[in-house]
C-alpha cells in the first residue's frame, strides 16, 4: 500500500509543480525527485518513472557537471551564467541555487546532504511554514520535510499585525521603473508583413429590429433594434490559398498585440499545502503560453505585499527567472487584498514603456483582513471601491485603466469583494469552486488576453428620422449615455477578443407615420484601435429601416432580437434575487428567478428551443439550488450567482462553480482563443508520457470491472 500511496503522491507533486519529500514508507533506492519545480513540459521527456517513483534519466544524473540538476538546462563555461560548484561536487547555476537557498534552506535538492556553505542568502517575502503550521494540513508526520522546516530561520511576532514575519527581507526598489525594454522593432516589423499583404476587415456590425414590416399607423414608445458586434473577421490573402482566420493569426506568439500583465497572488495561510502547490501549477501554465513580447510581473501578498518578480519579457531566461519566483511562494499571514492590488498598480503606473494590452490577474482565497472597507453587517451596503486604486476605475478620467481579473478560490473568499473590484476595474469574476479548476479558469482567461484584435471600441447609435428619438440604451456594465436631444447614444466597449461578439438593445421611440412606406430608424458607427495596423478605424452599418404598410397581416418577431431581450431580463433577475438574499430573503430571491424562467419561457426564442434560452433556464435553476438555504448561498452561491452575474453584464467567459466547460453559459461567451487555450491546459496531464507512464501500474492494479 506504501509503495501505490507514493506513487500517487509523486504523480500529484509532479502535476501540481511541488516537491514531495521521501517518507518511512519509501524504499531507501532509487534517485530522489529534485526540489526543482515548475519545470516546462519540454523538460517532462528528460525524466523516467520508475518503480519508486519519478527520477532523473541516467544520462542527466551522471552527468551534473553538464546539466544543472534544478533548472534541469546545459551549463557551459561562458555561456553568460556563473557556475557554482557545491561541496558535494554537484554543479549548477548559481542563480538557480540562489533563488532554491534564498530562505536558508542548507540541504542540497539532489543528494539532500547538509551544507555548510551557501550561496548569497536572499530570503523572500515569508518564510517556509513552521512545524505547527505544517500539522494544519496534515504533514507533521513527514519526518524528512519537517527536518528541512526546523533548519530554517527563525521569525518574530509582530504584536500589532498578530501574526509571525520573516527576520530578513530584501530590499524593494521605491519606484518600479525597472521594467525590461520592448522589442518595438521586432514587433512593428512583424506586424507590417501582414498589414502590407492582407486585406483587414476587424469589426462586423449587424442589426435586427424587432419586426421588419409595421402598420403605418402604429407608435411604439419601446421599438428594439439589436446591435450586433463581432472582431475578427476573416483576413484574405493575396496568395490563391484559403483565407487565413484572424483570430489564428493574433493567437501566435508572433503576430499578435504583446500583453503587460501583472498577477497579484494571495500567499496568506490559508493558501498552505495544495492551494499554493496548484497556484504554482496554474502560474506555470501561464508563464509558459507567454511569448517572448509579452511581459508578467508577480506579486505575492498576505499580510503585506511585496513585488516577487519585475515587468520581465517571457524570453526563455525570463520564463525561467519567473518560474523560479513562483516556486519560492510560501503561504503566510494574513490577507490584505488592498496592499496587493495597490501594488500591482505601481508596477503598471511606474512602468517606463507600456505593451498595448495591460491587465491585472488577481486571486484570493480569503477576506480581508487590514482595511477598512465600509461599514454595516450587509455585504451589499460596504463600499468596496475603497479596495481599489481610483486610477484603475474604468470611469476614471485620466486615461490610466487596468482591467482587474479577480479568481475568487474556494468556499472562504470575499465574493462581494473580489466581485467588484472586477466590477469597478471592467474585468471578470471568476468563481473556481474546486481547487483542481484553477489552472483550467487561468487558461480561459490568458486564452482571451492574448487575442485582443480591438481597443478603446466606442459604439455611436444614431437617430436617421428626425421624427425618431432614443428611448434606453441596454448595455449592461458597459459606460453608456444619450445625447441631450436624444438623437444619438454612445457606448464605451474597450477591448475586443478575437471572435469576441457583443449584443446591445436599442430602445426607438418610433411615431406613426402618415404616408411613408418604410421609415429609417438607425445606423451604427464603431471607432475602434485595431490593434494589427496600430491606427484608429471607423465601421459603420448599412441604415436600419422597417417597412411601414398601411395593414401589416402579421409581423414577425426577430429571433434575435428576442433572444437578447431574455438574456437582459435573466441578468436583471439575478441583480435582483442576489440583492433579496443579501437582505436575508432566500425564498423571495428564488421567486424571482422562477418568475423569469416562467416569463422566458414563453417567448419565441424559447418556444423554438434556442440554445442560449436553454443555457439560461439551466443556470437559473442551479442558481435557485443555491439559494437552498441560509448555508449553501454562503459557502458557493453568492459566489456563483456574482461570477454569472459578471459574465452577463461584460458579456465575457468566466469560471463559474466547479467547471469552465461551457456545462452553463460560459460556452455562449467563450471565444475559440478560448477554447484552444483551456483544452491545451486540459490536456496537459493526460499528454505528459512520464505521468501516464506513473499512472499505468496504479491504474492495471485495479479490479476490472465485470
Same mark, same amino acid.
Given at each position: 500500500?506504501?509503495?501505490?500511496?507514493?506513487?500517487?503522491?509523486?504523480?500529484?507533486?509532479?502535476?501540481?509543480?511541488?516537491?514531495?519529500?521521501?517518507?518511512?514508507?519509501?524504499?531507501?533506492?532509487?534517485?530522489?525527485?529534485?526540489?526543482?519545480?515548475?519545470?516546462?513540459?519540454?523538460?517532462?521527456?528528460?525524466?523516467?518513472?520508475?518503480?519508486?517513483?519519478?527520477?532523473?534519466?541516467?544520462?542527466?544524473?551522471?552527468?551534473?557537471?553538464?546539466?544543472?540538476?534544478?533548472?534541469?538546462?546545459?551549463?557551459?563555461?561562458?555561456?553568460?551564467?556563473?557556475?557554482?560548484?557545491?561541496?558535494?561536487?554537484?554543479?549548477?547555476?548559481?542563480?538557480?541555487?540562489?533563488?532554491?537557498?534564498?530562505?536558508?534552506?542548507?540541504?542540497?535538492?539532489?543528494?539532500?546532504?547538509?551544507?555548510?556553505?551557501?550561496?548569497?542568502?536572499?530570503?523572500?517575502?515569508?518564510?517556509?511554514?513552521?512545524?505547527?503550521?505544517?500539522?494544519?494540513?496534515?504533514?507533521?508526520?513527514?519526518?524528512?520535510?519537517?527536518?528541512?522546516?526546523?533548519?530554517?530561520?527563525?521569525?518574530?511576532?509582530?504584536?500589532?499585525?498578530?501574526?509571525?514575519?520573516?527576520?530578513?527581507?530584501?530590499?524593494?526598489?521605491?519606484?518600479?521603473?525597472?521594467?525590461?525594454?520592448?522589442?518595438?522593432?521586432?514587433?512593428?516589423?512583424?506586424?507590417?508583413?501582414?498589414?502590407?499583404?492582407?486585406?483587414?476587415?476587424?469589426?462586423?456590425? $449587424?442589426?435586427? !429590429?424587432?419586426? @421588419?414590416?409595421?402598420?403605418? %399607423?402604429?407608435?411604439? +414608445?419601446?421599438? #428594439? /433594434?439589436?446591435?450586433?458586434?463581432?472582431?475578427?473577421?476573416?483576413?484574405?490573402?493575396?496568395?490563391?490559398?484559403?483565407?487565413?482566420?484572424?483570430?489564428?493569426?493574433?493567437?501566435?506568439?508572433?503576430?499578435?498585440?504583446?500583453?503587460?500583465?501583472?498577477?497579484?497572488?494571495?500567499?496568506?495561510?490559508?493558501?498552505?499545502?495544495?492551494?499554493?502547490?496548484?497556484?504554482?501549477?496554474?502560474?506555470?501554465?501561464?508563464?509558459?503560453?507567454?511569448?517572448?513580447?509579452?511581459?508578467?510581473?508577480?506579486?505575492?501578498?498576505?499580510?503585506?505585499?511585496?513585488?516577487?518578480?519585475?515587468?520581465?519579457?517571457?524570453?526563455?531566461?525570463?520564463?525561467?527567472?519567473?518560474?523560479?519566483?513562483?516556486?519560492?511562494?510560501?503561504?503566510?499571514?494574513?490577507?490584505?487584498?488592498?496592499?496587493?492590488?495597490?501594488?500591482?498598480?505601481?508596477?503598471?503606473?511606474?512602468?517606463? $514603456?507600456?505593451? !498595448?494590452?495591460? @491587465?491585472?490577474?488577481?486571486? %484570493?482565497?480569503?477576506? +480581508?483582513?487590514? #482595511? /477598512?472597507?465600509?461599514?454595516?453587517?450587509?455585504?451589499?451596503?460596504?463600499?468596496?471601491?475603497?479596495?481599489?486604486?481610483?486610477?484603475?476605475?474604468?470611469?476614471?478620467?485620466?486615461?490610466?485603466?487596468?482591467?482587474?481579473?479577480?479568481?475568487?478560490?474556494?468556499?472562504?473568499?470575499?465574493?462581494?469583494?473580489?466581485?467588484?473590484?472586477?466590477?469597478?476595474?471592467?474585468?471578470?469574476?471568476?468563481?473556481?469552486?474546486?481547487?483542481?479548476?484553477?489552472?483550467?479558469?487561468?487558461?480561459?482567461?490568458?486564452?482571451?488576453?492574448?487575442?485582443?484584435?480591438?481597443?478603446?471600441?466606442?459604439?455611436?447609435?444614431?437617430?436617421?428620422?428626425?421624427?425618431?428619438?432614443?428611448?434606453?440604451?441596454?448595455?449592461?456594465?458597459?459606460?453608456?449615455?444619450?445625447?441631450?436631444?436624444?438623437?444619438?447614444?454612445?457606448?464605451?466597449?474597450?477591448?475586443?477578443?478575437?471572435? $469576441?461578439?457583443?449584443?446591445?438593445?436599442?430602445?426607438?421611440?418610433?411615431?406613426?407615420?402618415?404616408?411613408?412606406?418604410?421609415?429609417?430608424?438607425?445606423?451604427?458607427?464603431?471607432?475602434?484601435?485595431?490593434?494589427?495596423?496600430?491606427?484608429?478605424?471607423?465601421?459603420?452599418?448599412?441604415?436600419?429601416?422597417?417597412?411601414?404598410?398601411?395593414?401589416?397581416?402579421?409581423?414577425?418577431?426577430?429571433?434575435?432580437?428576442?433572444?437578447?431581450?431574455?438574456?437582459?431580463?435573466?441578468?436583471?433577475?439575478i441583480a435582483e434575487a442576489r440583492t433579496a438574499a443579501e437582505q436575508g430573503d432566500l425564498i423571495g430571491a428564488?421567486?424571482?428567478?422562477?418568475?423569469?424562467?416562467?416569463?422566458?419561457?414563453?417567448?419565441?426564442?424559447?418556444?423554438?428551443?434556442?440554445?442560449?434560452?436553454?443555457?439560461?433556464?439551466?443556470?437559473?435553476?442551479?442558481?435557485?439550488?443555491?439559494?437552498?438555504?441560509?448555508?449553501?448561498?454562503?459557502?458557493?452561491?453568492?459566489?456563483?450567482?456574482?461570477?454569472?452575474?459578471?459574465?452577463?453584464?461584460?458579456?465575457?467567459?468566466?469560471?463559474?462553480?466547479?467547471?469552465?466547460?461551457?456545462?452553463?453559459?460560459?460556452?455562449?461567451?467563450?471565444?475559440?482563443?478560448?477554447?484552444?487555450?483551456?483544452?491545451?491546459?486540459?490536456?496537459?496531464?493526460?499528454?505528459?508520457?512520464?505521468?501516464?507512464?506513473?499512472?499505468?501500474?496504479?491504474?492495471?492494479?485495479?479490479?476490472?470491472?465485470?
Amino acid at each position: 500500500m506504501g509503495g501505490k500511496w507514493r506513487k500517487a503522491k509523486l504523480a500529484l507533486g509532479l502535476n501540481l509543480c511541488a516537491y514531495l519529500p521521501r517518507t518511512l514508507d519509501d524504499d531507501d533506492d532509487g534517485e530522489r525527485l529534485s526540489d526543482a519545480a515548475l519545470l516546462p513540459p519540454s523538460n517532462w521527456e528528460n525524466m523516467v518513472s520508475s518503480s519508486h517513483g519519478l527520477r532523473l534519466s541516467k544520462s542527466k544524473s551522471k552527468s551534473s557537471q553538464q546539466t544543472c540538476s534544478i533548472c534541469l538546462m546545459k551549463m557551459e563555461q561562458g555561456g553568460g551564467h556563473a557556475i557554482f560548484i557545491a561541496e558535494c561536487s554537484h554543479s549548477f547555476h548559481f542563480h538557480c541555487i540562489a533563488s532554491n537557498v534564498k530562505y536558508g534552506d542548507r540541504i542540497y535538492p539532489v543528494c539532500r546532504l547538509k551544507w555548510k556553505e551557501i550561496p548569497i542568502w536572499s530570503p523572500g517575502l515569508d518564510p517556509l511554514p513552521s512545524r505547527a503550521s505544517m500539522d494544519t494540513v496534515g504533514w507533521s508526520g513527514h519526518d524528512a520535510l519537517m527536518d528541512v522546516v526546523d533548519r530554517l530561520p527563525t521569525t518574530h511576532w509582530d504584536e500589532n499585525r498578530q501574526h509571525a514575519v520573516p527576520v530578513f527581507r530584501c530590499a524593494e526598489p521605491g519606484v518600479f521603473n525597472d521594467d525590461e525594454s520592448l522589442d518595438h522593432l521586432h514587433v512593428i516589423a512583424e506586424s507590417k508583413n501582414y498589414t502590407d499583404d492582407t486585406s483587414v476587415t476587424t469589426m462586423k456590425i $449587424e442589426t435586427y !429590429p424587432e419586426v @421588419s414590416t409595421t402598420p403605418r %399607423s402604429r407608435t411604439y +414608445d419601446d421599438f #428594439t /433594434v439589436l446591435v450586433h458586434l463581432k472582431a475578427a473577421a476573416a483576413i484574405a490573402t493575396r496568395n490563391p490559398s484559403p483565407s487565413i482566420h484572424y483570430a489564428s493569426l493574433l493567437q501566435s506568439r508572433n503576430h499578435r498585440a504583446p500583453v503587460d500583465l501583472v498577477t497579484v497572488l494571495d500567499i496568506s495561510a490559508s493558501m498552505s499545502g495544495t492551494k499554493l502547490a496548484l497556484l504554482k501549477r496554474a502560474m506555470g501554465f501561464v508563464i509558459q503560453n507567454l511569448g517572448s513580447n509579452d511581459r508578467l510581473s508577480v506579486i505575492a501578498f498576505s499580510s503585506t505585499a511585496r513585488r516577487l518578480f519585475p515587468l520581465r519579457r517571457m524570453s526563455d531566461l525570463g520564463r525561467q527567472q519567473a518560474l523560479q519566483a513562483v516556486n519560492s511562494l510560501v503561504a503566510h499571514g494574513g490577507t490584505n487584498i488592498a496592499e496587493g492590488l495597490r501594488k500591482g498598480e505601481k508596477v503598471m503606473e511606474d512602468r517606463t $514603456e507600456k505593451n !498595448p494590452v495591460t @491587465s491585472i490577474i488577481l486571486l %484570493s482565497d480569503g477576506q +480581508d483582513t487590514y #482595511t /477598512v472597507y465600509g461599514t454595516g453587517m450587509n455585504k451589499s451596503q460596504q463600499n468596496y471601491e475603497l479596495l481599489v486604486p481610483p486610477s484603475m476605475h474604468s470611469g476614471d478620467n485620466t486615461g490610466f485603466h487596468i482591467p482587474v481579473h479577480a479568481f475568487g478560490f474556494g468556499a472562504d473568499h470575499d465574493a462581494s469583494l473580489m466581485h467588484s473590484i472586477s466590477d469597478i476595474s471592467g474585468g471578470t469574476f471568476s468563481f473556481i469552486e474546486t481547487e483542481i479548476m484553477i489552472q483550467d479558469a487561468f487558461a480561459q482567461c490568458i486564452g482571451g488576453l492574448l487575442s485582443v484584435v480591438v481597443q478603446e471600441l466606442q459604439v455611436c447609435v444614431e437617430c436617421m428620422n428626425p421624427s425618431l428619438c432614443l428611448g434606453s440604451l441596454k448595455a449592461g456594465s458597459y459606460p453608456s449615455n444619450l445625447s441631450a436631444d436624444g438623437k444619438t447614444g454612445y457606448i464605451d466597449v474597450g477591448d475586443l477578443y478575437a471572435d $469576441e461578439e457583443r449584443d446591445f438593445l436599442v430602445s426607438v421611440k418610433v411615431p406613426a407615420e402618415s404616408a411613408a412606406c418604410e421609415t429609417s430608424l438607425l445606423k451604427v458607427k464603431c471607432v475602434y484601435r485595431d490593434l494589427l495596423t496600430k491606427g484608429m478605424t471607423t465601421s459603420e452599418s448599412d441604415i436600419i429601416w422597417i417597412q411601414r404598410p398601411e395593414i401589416a397581416e402579421h409581423e414577425e418577431i426577430s429571433i434575435e432580437v428576442d433572444r437578447q431581450r431574455n438574456r437582459f431580463r435573466a441578468a436583471e433577475a439575478i441583480a435582483e434575487a442576489r440583492t433579496a438574499a443579501e437582505q436575508g430573503d432566500l425564498i423571495g430571491a428564488v421567486s424571482i428567478l422562477e418568475n423569469c424562467r416562467r416569463v422566458s419561457s414563453d417567448t419565441v426564442s424559447a418556444k423554438s428551443h434556442d440554445r442560449l434560452c436553454v443555457a439560461l433556464d439551466a443556470e437559473l435553476k442551479e442558481m435557485e439550488e443555491r439559494m437552498a438555504s441560509r448555508h449553501v448561498y454562503e459557502v458557493s452561491g453568492r459566489a456563483y450567482i456574482l461570477s454569472g452575474l459578471s459574465s452577463h453584464l461584460w458579456q465575457r467567459a468566466t469560471a463559474r462553480g466547479d467547471s469552465t466547460d461551457g456545462s452553463s453559459l460560459v460556452q455562449a461567451y467563450q471565444t475559440p482563443s478560448m477554447v484552444e487555450m483551456l483544452t491545451q491546459s486540459q490536456a496537459m496531464l493526460l499528454n505528459s508520457p512520464s505521468t501516464q507512464n506513473l499512472f499505468q501500474p496504479l491504474w492495471s492494479s485495479q479490479p476490472k470491472p465485470r
